[in-house]
């Protein structure tokens, strides 16, 4: 199987990019192992496939200008109310 079969089953991760930061370097679409991203007219990343991110961090980390978060997504998509 492929790569993706390692990936742990209800575990999603979310993504947040500060616009305002972002200087379209181009680096987290370019290295993300997912293609989470895809650029926009501006050349600023857009994501274009949230679920396929694993949480490795690497464009959080290597971001130059700390514009994008990683943050890891509640597996229940519902609450019961007691
Ligand atoms: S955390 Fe990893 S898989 Fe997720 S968007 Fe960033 S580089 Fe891609
Ligand atoms: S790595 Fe950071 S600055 Fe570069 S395109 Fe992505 S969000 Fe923008």
Avoid: L
């Avoid at 947040?16 to 997912?34: E, N």
């Avoid at 994501?47 to 290597?62: L, S, W, Y």
């Amino acid at each position: 199987m492929t790569a993706k079969a390692k990936e742990k089953p209800g575990r999603r991760y979310s993504q947040t990019i500060f616009y305002d930061w972002c200087k379209a370097c181009g680096i987290c679409i370019a290295f993300c192992p997912q293609e989470v991203f895809r650029p926009n007219k501006q050349g600023k990343p857009v994501v274009a496939q949230p679920d396929q991110c694993t949480g490795c961090g690497f464009c959080e980390i290597h971001c130059p200008d700390f514009a994008i978060t990683i943050a890891e997504r509640p597996p229940q998509q519902h609450k019961e109310k007691s």
